[in-house]
């Protein structure tokens, strides 16, 4: 039933997730209203995962994983 709205493109069912994967343009425009009926603003900025230890290890594998292959 999701499928056939117009602007859904298609989903699919990974990893304990249902996504939904939409047209161009319009996840930030959900995202806004979903924001503004909850009436919560979680800033991504100021979201951290893990302690200072583990924060670090992943920007380094950040940095290092892409250049691997070379």
């Known amino acids: 039933m999701i499928e056939s709205i117009e602007k859904v493109k298609g989903s699919f069912f990974n990893s304990g997730q249902y996504q939904i994967i ?15 009926i909850i009436g919560e603003n979680n800033n991504a900025d100021e979201v951290k995962y893990g302690n ?19």
Not at 22 to 36: F, H, S
Not at 52 to 68: K, L, N, T
């Open 52 to 70: 200072s230890f583990q924060r670090a290890i992943r920007m380094f594998s950040d940095v290092f994983v892409p250049i691997i292959p070379v």
């Open 22 to 36: 939409l047209g161009t343009g319009l996840v930030n425009r959900i995202y806004n209203e979903v924001i503004n």
